[in-house]
């Protein structure tokens, strides 16, 4: 047996207690220890009674709060890098983005394509593959693919020059995406004609089907969660606006016309920028258990102002926003997911343990992968976040290691 390989095993056994912490478990921030072993979140109480053991290792989180680490289910870029842009060196432009997310605390990512010509998703997709996190960044969940089958009068930053229709249903998505084996998320517009089948057959392989940059009434929405969509892409951006005859996409957050197990989600941009606080306040009283705080960010979010690029068209930093360059149109969040969660808890007057849960739980749960991220129950994955009273990020653990620490922060405590 190799050295490495005898310390693989010592590191699945090592028995690690985070003592001196409040941690967020079942919706309420408890005074508890977190027990990690092999990556995991262990019940204490087997290792008492069953194997009569003590930790290896205590470290004193010094009063924080832990929770689980966050996940941004849609972040176009970052630190230079635009995920749909750089496509020769989207290997390396992921990585560095994975590694920078680590400092906001975000443990799980969806790289995020925005409307781009077939050619380019035929060279990205199968380059960014779902990856466990670790050192070098945050786990890539999967990639969302946002359009190019959306309604060219809702394009916002898209290139309307590549947007598609539906013309030989899922033929043509195959044509276009090439290779979806590394697609987590799909946004489109539902009101496309054959938009049903194909929402039907994407749900039934997988992928989260997500409604957005869409001229949709009610009705259409209505329909393409019954077909298996469950997402909103950031809500209020980029869709008809609340109109109380009709609704639109809006409306599903309250609507009683779709199956009653069918929950669904929406992203939400709360970077103080994207989305009014009045509005943050009346999506999260009118559906609290839907809510995913997505940071929408672009390859500018870390950069100075100026001009940058995202996906095929060139954005201009101006005051702290974003805009496709020579216009006043938004084009995407610069703001980090921990400052979206400080912004939207100030807006919203919600719990800590909401605004928190927004980022990580929420998200888990729409994709489906709730019994291991975005929980700190036992079984799930050791990726969390340690974090003062302001919800200032302190340190980053994934897999029960820590891949971040902010300066000033005594590593002998973390």
């Known amino acids: 047996m190799s050295s490495s390989t005898v310390a693989l095993a010592d590191a699945d056994k090592k028995l690690t207690q985070f003592r001196n912490c409040r941690v967020l478990r079942n919706h309420r921030l408890v005074e508890d220890d977190v027990w990690v072993r092999g990556g995991k979140i262990i019940d204490p109480e087997k290792v008492f009674f069953d194997e009569k053991r003590q930790a290896d290792v205590q470290i004193d989180c010094g009063g924080s709060i832990v929770a689980p680490g966050f996940i941004d289910l849609q972040i176009n870029g970052g630190y230079g890098v635009d995920f749909s842009f750089d496509v020769e060196t989207v290997q390396e432009g992921v990585l560095k983005v994975a590694k920078g997310l680590l400092a906001h605390g975000v443990t799980s990512f969806c790289p995020t394509l925005v409307t781009s010509p077939p050619e380019t998703y035929h060279a990205v997709l199968p380059r960014i593959p779902r990856t466990a996190g670790g050192q070098h960044g945050a786990t890539v969940l999967g990639c969302h693919v946002e359009g190019p089958f959306i309604n060219t009068d809702k394009k916002g930053a898209h290139p309307?020059?590549?947007?598609?229709?539906?013309?030989?249903?899922?033929a043509t998505v195959r044509e276009v995406y090439g290779s979806m084996d590394n697609v987590q998320i799909i946004t489109l517009a539902p009101e496309k004609a054959g938009a049903a089948e194909v929402i039907q057959e994407l749900s039934n392989n997988g992928i989260t089907v997500s409604v957005?940059?869409?001229?949709?009434?009610?009705?259409?929405?209505?329909?393409?969660?019954?077909?298996?969509?469950?997402?909103?892409?950031?809500?209020?951006?980029?869709?008809?606006p609340f109109h109380h005859r009709d609704p639109g996409l809006v409306g599903l957050l309250t609507t009683d016309n779709i199956p009653r197990d069918a929950l669904v989600y929406f992203g939400i941009i709360s970077d103080g920028v994207h989305t009014h606080p009045a509005a943050l306040r009346i999506a999260y009283k009118t559906h609290p258990s839907g809510l995913i705080l997505v940071t929408d960010a672009i390859s500018a979010m870390g950069l100075a102002e100026g001009r940058h690029r995202i996906g095929q068209m060139e954005i201009e930093i101006r005051s702290g926003r974003a805009y496709v360059a020579g216009t006043n149109t938004l084009c995407g969040s610069i703001a980090p997911m921990d400052e979206c969660i400080r912004f939207f808890k100030k807006a919203s007057n919600c719990s800590i343990e909401y605004a928190l849960e927004a980022a990580s739980l929420h998200p888990a749960r729409c994709i489906g992968i709730e019994k291991r991220k975005g929980t700190l129950d036992y079984g799930a994955d050791a990726d969390f976040v340690l974090l003062n009273d302001e919800l200032s990020v302190q340190s980053t653990w994934i897999a029960g290691e820590c891949v971040y620490r902010a300066n000033g922060v005594d590593s002998n405590a973390l």
């Open 212 to 240: 957005g940059h869409s001229m949709a009434n009610l009705s259409d929405g209505e329909n393409a969660v019954h077909h298996g969509a469950r997402l909103i892409t950031h809500l209020f951006n980029a869709m008809l």
């Open 160 to 170: 309307p020059e590549c947007i598609k229709e539906f013309e030989q249903g899922m």
